[in-house]
């Protein structure tokens, strides 16, 4: 079992930056893929970033450049760091672990989540 408590959630301008946090336990945090999704009201869960066990990240398309996806196998932590903030970011953000290995952008890749925690971008 992995148990994953993600923080930093919080109301933002537009412009502006956050990092959101995900505390993982339960597992060799090294081992595991560590992936943001996020979800929007009456939308569907959607792939964010993720940081591979052997280092390697990827993006949404449309977030690359905004969103830096990092971790610190020390602290068993992976952040999110969020830039330029838009009003259409505002989602609950889930983290998730995989212990599969490949793309890991769909959410059936992943067997943990987190609770969420809730970003609003207001214009």
């Known amino acids: 079992q992995v148990q994953l408590v993600e923080s930093g959630g919080t109301l933002v301008q537009a412009g502006g930056s956050l990092r959101l946090s995900c505390a993982a336990s339960?597992?060799?945090?090294?081992?595991?893929?560590m992936g943001w999704f996020r979800q929007a009201p009456g939308k569907e869960r959607e792939f964010v970033a993720v940081?591979?066990?052997?280092?390697?990240?990827s993006y949404a398309v449309s977030l690359k450049g905004r969103f830096t996806i990092s971790r610190d196998n020390a602290k068993n932590t992976v952040y999110l760091q969020m830039n330029s903030l838009k009003p259409e970011d505002t989602a609950v953000y889930y983290c998730s672990a995989s212990e599969k290995y490949g793309l890991l952008s769909r959410s059936y890749d992943y067997a943990y989540w987190g609770q969420g925690t809730q970003v609003t971008v207001s214009s």
């Open positions: 339960g597992r060799t945090f090294s081992s595991l893929g």
């Open positions: 940081s591979k066990s052997g280092g390697t990240t």
